[in-house]
């Protein structure tokens, strides 16, 4: 499988930006999918994810209530919708897929493919 993230971009706090995860490859619509980020000097963190079907989603609690993770598995595309941005928000945003029966959503080992990244910037 191979992914391409997109969609990411400077936005004023308060704003909102759409990230989309394009898969090519292997089959996407069996796989689960999560949404990671890396700021300067951190370690990647989850962010969220949602199962094959779209029908579960989970979320870190810092973006709770602001981000919104979906799929559209006839286009191969994952999404995370971004709204009321922080500037804490910054950092590379990366998509990865899992194909594992128990799906680690939290745990980067629990992911079998990633995509490049994507750089989200949120001024103050």
């Known amino acids: 499988v191979q992914l391409q993230a997109c969609g990411g971009g400077l936005v004023q706090a308060g704003g909102s930006l759409r990230l989309s995860c394009v898969a090519s490859?292997?089959?996407?619509?069996?796989?689960?999918m999560g949404w990671w980020r890396q700021a300067p000097g951190k370690e990647r963190e989850f962010v969220a994810a949602?199962?094959?079907?779209?029908?579960?989603?989970y979320y870190a609690d810092s973006v709770k209530g602001r981000f919104t993770v979906s799929r559209d598995n006839a286009k191969n595309t994952a999404y995370l919708q971004m709204n009321s941005l922080r500037p804490e928000d910054t950092a590379v945003y990366y998509c990865?897929?899992?194909?594992?029966?128990?799906?680690?959503?939290?745990?980067?080992?629990?992911?079998?493919?990633w995509g490049q990244g994507t750089q989200v910037t949120v001024s103050s």
């Open positions: 949602t199962t094959w079907s779209g029908g579960t989603t």
């Open positions: 990865a897929t899992s194909s594992r029966v128990v799906f680690r959503y939290r745990t980067e080992g629990g992911y079998d493919y």
């Open positions: 490859g292997r089959t996407f619509s069996g796989a689960h």
